[in-house]
Structure formats: structure tokens, C-alpha cells
């Protein structure tokens, strides 16, 4: 009986929960390091990422265990960590960082030039990003702790808001993303396509941010419903009205400041009918319409 288990790709539209092995403190390569901490995965979550893989969307290997939305307690700590001990309650972000490289001193942690050699980027159990090991499991490994760990202060309270504290791996932070790199800011007009999950993250952000109105797009009823219901401003790309129609209707005017792509790779067609058609293209082409000139357009890397 393994001492681990996660969750394994095995071929396209098939994943499988199996014994793993047991995370040591090594590289990919397997290379010793001591700036690493083991993890106990207490929650995690599933990524419209990693649905891209399931679906045979990429080159997966059979075996790639998945997840890189992971938040974990600390369990075995290496010699060269200074700032966690055992029991230290943490969130991992999505993406592998050493912090010391330039790319990563410019703050461009997302493109990191030591965790991968295949090319810069590294992520927890993703196709081509590195071979770290993913943490839908029960026990992970992450490298430069110091450096990429967000240690919760309050263990009891944030067990109390656990699972909303599983967001900041990866789906909060990339929805304020969206959000900044769209330019929102106090007073700003911001259209976001996307009810789900990114995409209420970026309402939010742009909430904090100052924005003036905030309008989310999708065609799903009870996404448009729940976006409501938090107090932002909905259009539904079911209906037989354009968007900038529908934007028009809120605002006054068929542009907005900012506008932010929280539905990815996998977007498809806007109007009746639409919504079982493949348009990888539609949502780009819909928010280049409706922004103004000189705005802009955040496109977070999140499905």
C-alpha cells in the first residue's frame, strides 16, 4: 500500500486516483535540495487548466500527477529554510519561483529562469512546466519555501475559512491580475467576461481597485444570477442583443474603460444557439469592441 496518493492522468478524458510516492526534499531531476518543505494537503482545488489536459488539449504525459492549487501544513522542513517550521499552516501559489533569478526580482515570477529547463515557467503538475509534482495528492513537495510559501499567521482562524483561503493559490490572484493589468481604478468602467470562478475574483478586484461599475458577462443563468446577488452588474451572451447593446443599457455608452478575459481557451460563440460552438477567438474579438480607445485589456492566464 503507497504512503501517498494523488490524482494521475492516465489518457485523454481519464484520470484516476493511485498510490504515489511518498515526496522527497529533491528536484524533478532528482537533485537534493534544502530550501523545499513537504506538505500535508489539507484542501485543494481543480483548475480549468487542468481540464485542458483531461480533455487532450496538450502533450500530458500518462502518470503527470495534477494540482497547483494547493494549501498545505508543514511537515518536514529542509536545512536551508529560515522563515517555517512543522505545523505552519501555508498557501502555495500556482506557479514555482526560486526568487533570485532576474525574472524573479522583476517581480515576472510566472516566467522564472531556474525551476524549468525546457524554457522559463515552472507550475506544480502541469505539462512542460518543470516536472513538479502536483498537489492534488495528500502529500506535496515545494521547493524555495521561503520564497514561495504565504504562511497563515492564525492556524485556528484560517482552519475556520479554509476553504476560502484555498482561492489564493491561484484563483483570487489571478483575477486581481486581470484586473490591474486591465488598468482598473477608481472611477474606471470595467466589463469582465466570465461568471465563474476567475471571474467573480476580478469583480472583486475590481471593486477593491475603485471601479465605478462593474459589469460581468456569461451565458450561464445562475452564474449571472449569483454575480447579482453580490451586487455587480450582469449581461447575458445568450440573448439575441449584442453586447455592446447590453452595455449600452447599463452604462449610457457601448465602451467601457477596462475590460478583463476571465473564460480562456475554451471560450465559445456569443448569441442564441452560440454557446455550443467552439470560438476560441469570440471573447477577445467581443472586449476589443466594446473598449474604448487607449483602454485596456487584461487577459489573465486562468482557464
Given at each position: 500500500?503507497?504512503?501517498?496518493?494523488?490524482?494521475?492522468?492516465?489518457e485523454?478524458?481519464r484520470v484516476?486516483?493511485?498510490g504515489?510516492?511518498?515526496?522527497?526534499?529533491?528536484?524533478p531531476?532528482?537533485k537534493?535540495?534544502?530550501?523545499g518543505?513537504?506538505l500535508?494537503v489539507?484542501?485543494?482545488?481543480?483548475c480549468?487548466?487542468?481540464?485542458h489536459?483531461?480533455?487532450g488539449r496538450?502533450?500530458?504525459?500518462?502518470?503527470?500527477v495534477?494540482g497547483?492549487?494547493?494549501?498545505?501544513?508543514?511537515i518536514?522542513?529542509?536545512?536551508?529554510?529560515?522563515?517555517?517550521k512543522l505545523?505552519?499552516?501555508v498557501?502555495?501559489?500556482?506557479?514555482?519561483a526560486c526568487?533570485?533569478?532576474?525574472?524573479?526580482k522583476e517581480?515576472h515570477?510566472?516566467?522564472?529562469?531556474?525551476?524549468?529547463p525546457s524554457?522559463?515557467?515552472?507550475?506544480?503538475?502541469y505539462?512542460?512546466?518543470?516536472?513538479?509534482i502536483?498537489?492534488q495528492?495528500?502529500?506535496?513537495?515545494v521547493p524555495?519555501?521561503d520564497?514561495n510559501?504565504?504562511?497563515f499567521?492564525?492556524?485556528?482562524?484560517?482552519?475556520?475559512k479554509i476553504?476560502?483561503?484555498?482561492?489564493?493559490?491561484?484563483?483570487l490572484?489571478?483575477?486581481?491580475?486581470?484586473?490591474?493589468t486591465a488598468g482598473?481604478g477608481?472611477?474606471?468602467?470595467?466589463y469582465?467576461?466570465?461568471?465563474g470562478?476567475?471571474?467573480?475574483?476580478?469583480?472583486?478586484?475590481?471593486?477593491l481597485?475603485?471601479?465605478?461599475?462593474i459589469?460581468?458577462?456569461?451565458?450561464n443563468?445562475?452564474?449571472l444570477?449569483h454575480a447579482?446577488?453580490v451586487?455587480?452588474?450582469t449581461?447575458?451572451?445568450?440573448l439575441?442583443?449584442t453586447?455592446a447593446?447590453?452595455?449600452?443599457?447599463?452604462?449610457?455608452?457601448?465602451?467601457?474603460?477596462?475590460?478583463?478575459?476571465?473564460v480562456?481557451?475554451?471560450a465559445r460563440?456569443?448569441?442564441?444557439?452560440?454557446?455550443?460552438?467552439?470560438?476560441?477567438?469570440?471573447?477577445?474579438n467581443?472586449?476589443?469592441?466594446?473598449?474604448r480607445a487607449?483602454?485596456?485589456?487584461?487577459i489573465?492566464?486562468?482557464?
Amino acid at each position: 500500500m503507497s504512503d501517498n496518493r494523488g490524482v494521475v492522468y492516465v489518457e485523454q478524458g481519464r484520470v484516476e486516483v493511485q498510490g504515489i510516492p511518498f515526496p522527497k526534499l529533491q528536484s524533478p531531476r532528482g537533485k537534493k535540495i534544502e530550501h523545499g518543505v513537504i506538505l500535508k494537503v489539507v484542501t485543494t482545488n481543480i483548475c480549468g487548466s487542468d481540464q485542458h489536459m483531461v480533455r487532450g488539449r496538450t502533450t500530458a504525459a500518462s502518470g503527470l500527477v495534477l494540482g497547483h492549487e494547493i494549501t498545505g501544513e508543514v511537515i518536514e522542513v529542509g536545512k536551508d529554510v529560515e522563515t517555517l517550521k512543522l505545523g505552519d499552516l501555508v498557501s502555495v501559489p500556482f506557479n514555482v519561483a526560486c526568487g533570485r533569478c532576474r525574472s524573479c526580482k522583476e517581480q515576472h515570477t510566472g516566467v522564472c529562469l531556474s525551476v524549468n529547463p525546457s524554457r522559463a515557467g515552472g507550475a506544480y503538475g502541469y505539462v512542460d512546466m518543470g516536472g513538479w509534482i502536483g498537489g492534488q495528492a495528500e502529500y506535496v513537495m515545494v521547493p524555495y519555501a521561503d520564497f514561495n510559501l504565504l504562511r497563515f499567521p492564525d492556524r485556528d482562524r484560517a482552519m475556520e475559512k479554509i476553504t476560502d483561503l484555498t482561492c489564493l493559490s491561484d484563483i483570487l490572484p489571478t483575477g486581481y491580475h486581470g484586473a490591474v493589468t486591465a488598468g482598473v481604478g477608481p472611477g474606471t468602467t470595467v466589463y469582465i467576461a466570465g461568471a465563474g470562478p476567475v471571474g467573480l475574483a476580478a469583480a472583486a478586484s475590481a471593486r477593491l481597485l475603485g471601479a465605478a461599475v462593474i459589469i460581468v458577462g456569461d451565458v450561464n443563468p445562475v452564474r449571472l444570477e449569483h454575480a447579482r446577488s453580490v451586487g455587480f452588474e450582469t449581461v447575458d451572451l445568450s440573448l439575441d442583443v449584442t453586447l455592446a447593446e447590453q452595455i449600452s443599457a447599463i452604462l449610457g455608452d457601448a465602451e467601457v474603460d477596462c475590460a478583463i478575459d476571465c473564460v480562456g481557451f475554451e471560450a465559445r460563440g456569443h448569441g442564441h444557439g452560440g454557446s455550443q460552438i467552439e470560438a476560441p477567438a469570440t471573447v477577445l474579438n467581443s472586449l476589443m469592441e466594446i473598449t474604448r480607445a487607449a483602454g485596456r485589456i487584461g487577459i489573465p492566464d486562468c482557464t
